[in-house]
C-alpha cells in the first residue's frame, strides 16, 4: 500500500512539473529583407527548435546574437535583450503561446507566432506586452478569439490571424484599440476578408460581429428535472428511433393484415348450421 501511495505522488508530481526551455535568438540588422519592419527596430528569430505542448511550459533562458553580414564575420556577436523589440517564432511545434519570453525582452514592440500549430491564446498570455503595436499568429490552428484579449495591448497598429480556423470572434474584442489601422483575418472558417486604413478597420470590426459572432444554442425546458435540454445535440437520435418506430408499427399492420383470411363475399354462412360453422372455423383465423 505505501509503495501504491508513493507512486501516485511520484506520477502526480512529475504530471505538474514545470518544463522549461531556452531560446536562442538570432537578430538581422538589415531590416530591408524583413516583413513588416516599419514596426520595430531590431528583430530577433528563434533559431533552435521549441516544442511547447502544456500551459506549465515556460522559456526560463535566452540568448541573442547578431547574425553575421557576410561569410568573413563567422563569429557572432552576443546582443543586449533590451534592444531588441521584435520576436518571432517561426514553424515549431508551439501549441501554447510561450510564456516567460518577457523576463528577457522587455521592450517589444513586435510579436510573431507563425506557422507553429498554435492552437489557442489568452488574454494572460499578452498581458506583460503592454508595449505591443504588432501582432502576428497567422497560419495556426486558432478557433476562438475571445472577449478582453487585448485588454492590456491598447497600442495595437496591426494584427495578423490569417489561415486559421476561427470560426468564433468575441464582437466587443477590438474595442478600445484606437490605433488600430491593419486587421488582417482572411482565410478562416468565419471570414475571408482584411481591412487596412483605419475607416475600413471599425466598419471591418462591425461586420464581424455579424459574421463571427457566438452562435447561441436553443434550449427545451425539461420540467421534470429542471434543467435545459438541448435538443440539437440528441436530434439525430430522436429521428433515427422516431423513424424505426414508424417502420415497425408499419410492419407489424401489414403481418396482421396478411395473416388474416376473410371469407368469400357470394357465400353466406349461417352460425346455427353445424356445416357453416365448420367452414367458418376452416377459412377464419387470426
Request: aromatic residues 10%; glycine residues 4%.
Amino acid at each position: 500500500m505505501k509503495n501504491i501511495v508513493l507512486s501516485f505522488l511520484l506520477i502526480l508530481a512529475v504530471s505538474s512539473m514545470t518544463l522549461s526551455h531556452k531560446i536562442i535568438g538570432t537578430c538581422y540588422k538589415d531590416k530591408n529583407s524583413l516583413r513588416n519592419s516599419q514596426y520595430f527596430t531590431l528583430e530577433c528569430s528563434a533559431s533552435n527548435s521549441i516544442n511547447i505542448y502544456s500551459r506549465n511550459e515556460n522559456i526560463t533562458s535566452a540568448e541573442a546574437y547578431i547574425a553575421p553580414n557576410d561569410i568573413k564575420e563567422l563569429k557572432k556577436k552576443l546582443v543586449s535583450f533590451d534592444k531588441v523589440d521584435g520576436f518571432k517564432f517561426v514553424m515549431n511545434e508551439i501549441r501554447y503561446f510561450p510564456k516567460g519570453i518577457e523576463r528577457f525582452f522587455t521592450n517589444l514592440v513586435a510579436l510573431t507566432v507563425e506557422y507553429s500549430n498554435l492552437q489557442e491564446i489568452k488574454q494572460v498570455d499578452l498581458k506583460p506586452f503592454p508595449k505591443l503595436i504588432f501582432l502576428n499568429l497567422s497560419v495556426n490552428m486558432l478557433k476562438i478569439i475571445e472577449k478582453d484579449l487585448f485588454k492590456f495591448n491598447p497600442l495595437l497598429q496591426a494584427i495578423d490571424l490569417t489561415n486559421n480556423i476561427i470560426k468564433e470572434i468575441d464582437g466587443n474584442v477590438f474595442e478600445g484599440l484606437n490605433s488600430l489601422n491593419s486587421l488582417k483575418i482572411s482565410m478562416n472558417l468565419c471570414v475571408q476578408v482584411n481591412a487596412v486604413g483605419r475607416k475600413n478597420v471599425e466598419n471591418f470590426i462591425k461586420e464581424l460581429k455579424i459574421f463571427c459572432k457566438k452562435k447561441e444554442q436553443k434550449f427545451i425546458l425539461d420540467e421534470k428535472k429542471g434543467t435545459k435540454f438541448n435538443w440539437r445535440k440528441y436530434f439525430w437520435i430522436i429521428l433515427i428511433s422516431g423513424t424505426s418506430a414508424v417502420v415497425f408499427l408499419i410492419y407489424g399492420l401489414f403481418k396482421i393484415l396478411m395473416t388474416v383470411k376473410v371469407a368469400p363475399k357470394n357465400e353466406k354462412l349461417s352460425v346455427c348450421d353445424p356445416q357453416s360453422q365448420q367452414e367458418l372455423k376452416n377459412n377464419v383465423w387470426i
